[in-house]
């Protein structure tokens, strides 16, 4: 292959590496799942309604076809603030047992799910040719795990969103924990000896 042939050629990759391709990868979810699909994934669904917050974070709300909400099963009842930032959750809101017809006319590419809930479903929704990621945030860093591994399906720009908000993390829990470290512990009887009137009826109520 002659030079230009060679220039050419690095010409394409480097303009297919721009405008994003797809490019067939492997991951394990949270599940211990392994997975072969193309990354990054253009149209989005999630049924894990922590998962749908992971997508707007990472910055790929656009790509979102069908979305779970933590807590939120009409538009109607929606804070103004987030149909602010999500003019299309009339659209493409939904809840509770996922719908395995309703979601396969959407055509995803992906779907994010509970993997404490939807291994049933992820296993049909494979079976039927659609790749089911399942996740998990039960402790902080189940949850770190998480938002990295949905970054790895959407792409770079998901990606550096995802490091920039570990740093993030990892700087303000060193300052809590900081702080904490500074703060005197308080003995039992030191806060009995002064509790209020105020303070024994809660204190009562919760030992009930």
Partial sequence: MNTRSSS???????????????QPVTVTDQAGVTL???????????VYG??????????????????????????????????????????????GDPNVEALLATEPDLILADAGRHR????????????????????????MEAIHLTASLLGEAAQAKARAFE?????????????LDAISAVSYTHLRAHETVLDLVCRLLLEK
């Fill in 8 to 22: 050419v050629v690095l010409l394409i990759v480097a303009l297919c590496a721009l405008v994003g391709f797809a």
């Fill in 167 to 179: 740093a993030d993390h990892t700087r303000v829990t060193a300052a809590v924990s900081d702080h």
């Fill in 50 to 95: 922590i998962g749908t917050y992971y997508v707007y974070a990472l910055g790929a709300g656009d790509q979102l076809a069908v979305a779970y909400y933590v807590g939120l099963r009409s538009a109607a009842d929606a804070p103004a603030t987030m149909l602010r930032w999500e003019p299309r959750l009339p659209e493409i809101l939904s809840f």
């Fill in 36 to 46: 072969s699909l193309e990354v990054p994934v253009q149209r989005l669904i999630s």
């Fill in 120 to 143: 049933s479903f992820a296993e049909t929704m494979n079976g039927l040719g659609v790749p089911v990621v399942l996740c998990s945030a039960e402790t902080p860093d189940a949850m």
